[in-house]
């Protein structure tokens, strides 16, 4: 019988232990997510949350704060980064809607480069078709700043 236990100990120590964590546990009400530093049930305005969370749709804002358990104020505005951001998305051609028909308002544009020099040194064929009037405008050019 070298070692004496001494379990009344052990367990006052450990109990100890759970407190200090329990302790640690409530001043950590302050937590992080992302950039985002908030403290639990407090208010945030919708905008700012939604702002601070990188603009995700008003949905996933609403959301992320319920789960932040922070208390939703205000009510999501137009967001001006979101509407450029929304503008910019529908800007991104997936085909033309309707068909321009004033000449030279909508160009299309093929820029095609030859392996070839030609013999009158030009290596760029560039053709032009204006969307209205379907002229076509073919040029040949050297460089291609010659573009314009
Ligand atoms: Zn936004």
């Known amino acids: 019988m070298g070692m ?3 379990p009344d ?15 640690n ?12 530093s908030t403290e639990i049930g407090a208010k945030i305005n919708i905008k700012e949350l939604h702002e601070k969370l990188g603009h995700p749709e008003e949905e996933v ?3 992320t704060g319920n ?13 001006e980064n979101c509407a450029i951001r929304k503008i910019r998305q529908k800007n991104i051609p997936k085909g033309p809607k309707e068909k321009l028909t004033k000449p030279g308002h909508r160009v299309y544009v093929d820029l095609t480069s ?7 040194g ?5 053709l032009a078709v204006d969307e209205a009037t379907h002229m076509k405008f073919s040029t040949f050019l050297r460089q291609k700043s010659e573009m314009k």
């Open 122 to 126: 030009s290596k760029y064929w560039c």
């Open 61 to 63: 804002t609403k959301l």
């Open 9 to 23: 100990k052990m367990e006052k120590d450990e109990k100890e232990k759970d407190n200090e964590n329990n302790k």
């Open 67 to 79: 789960y932040m358990k922070l208390k939703i104020k205000g009510k999501m505005e137009n967001c």
């Open 114 to 120: 030859s392996k070839y020099t030609s013999a009158g």
């Open 4 to 6: 004496e236990i001494v």
């Open 25 to 36: 546990n409530n001043n950590n009400e302050k937590r992080e997510k992302g950039n985002v």
